[in-house]
């Protein structure tokens, strides 16, 4: 039940037991909450003021009680969001935002795409797409890239060394910078685009590397 004080205006009403809408509130209790006693849907939002004021809390003399852009009516038969919530699902992201502007997400779950960020994270902190489990396509689910690689989310190549940051990943290698993992004098970049060496096993000291033709010369041990 709400209130009388959340709304009403009046402090004084006088008795008046009819009904003169036949939305289930007085005339005095109507006088209360400064209500319309002839009109059963003050606020025009299509529930009545008795429902809005016995059942659901909302306010009945304002169709969107917490300002989120969606009718409260709508958010609770249509929608089934919390019409006294602007951010039902607790993402960061008000219900209106989610239902009304690209991209759409979900607004009872907090994780549209359930890539481990909230959608609220992904449009105001990372900049990745809430709706996309891998937004910089590099294989890596944009969670993990933040949340367990630390690497870019938006950023297919996060050190700009060649190498994509799911290659980096699976290889062993750092995605944060261009290194050289192995120590043999070539950056991991040039092991796995250029000479086709594994960039975590060095190859100095070995004229005949494993996987190069017969005779080939480890080109790394030409620059060292």
Not at 23 to 49: K, M
Not at 168 to 185: A, K, M, N
Not at 197 to 211: E, H, I, M, R, Y
Request: proline residues 7%; negative net charge; contains cysteine.
């Amino acid at each position: 039940m709400l209130p009388t004080s959340s709304y009403a205006n009046h402090t004084s009403c006088p008795r008046d037991d009819r009904d003169s809408d036949e939305d289930r509130l007085t005339n005095q209790r109507e006088c209360e909450l400064d209500t319309d006693p002839f009109r059963a849907d003050t606020d025009g939002d299509g529930l009545i003021d008795y429902l809005e004021v016995e059942v659901h809390g909302t306010n009945p003399r304002w169709g969107d009680t917490e300002n989120d852009r969606v009718q409260d009516r709508q958010e609770i038969e249509s929608w089934q969001t919390d019409p006294k919530n602007p951010d039902t699902d607790g993402d960061g992201i008000s219900d209106g935002v989610e239902l009304y502007d690209p991209p759409i997400t979900n607004p009872l779950k907090p994780d549209t795409d359930d890539d481990g960020l909230k959608d609220g994270e992904e449009a105001n902190v990372y900049k990745t797409h809430p709706r996309e489990l891998d937004t910089d396509k590099d294989t890596l689910t944009d969670g993990d890239e933040v949340n367990k690689y630390n690497c870019d989310p938006i950023k297919l190549d996060t050190d700009d060394d060649g190498v994509d940051d799911g290659v980096e990943v699976r290889q062993g290698t750092d995605c944060r910078q261009s290194t050289d993992t192995d120590g043999d004098g070539l950056t991991d970049g040039a092991e796995v685009n250029t000479y086709g060496t594994s960039p975590t096993v060095s190859n100095k000291g070995d004229l005949a590397p494993s996987g190069a033709p017969n005779g080939q010369i480890n080109v790394a041990d030409l620059l060292l």
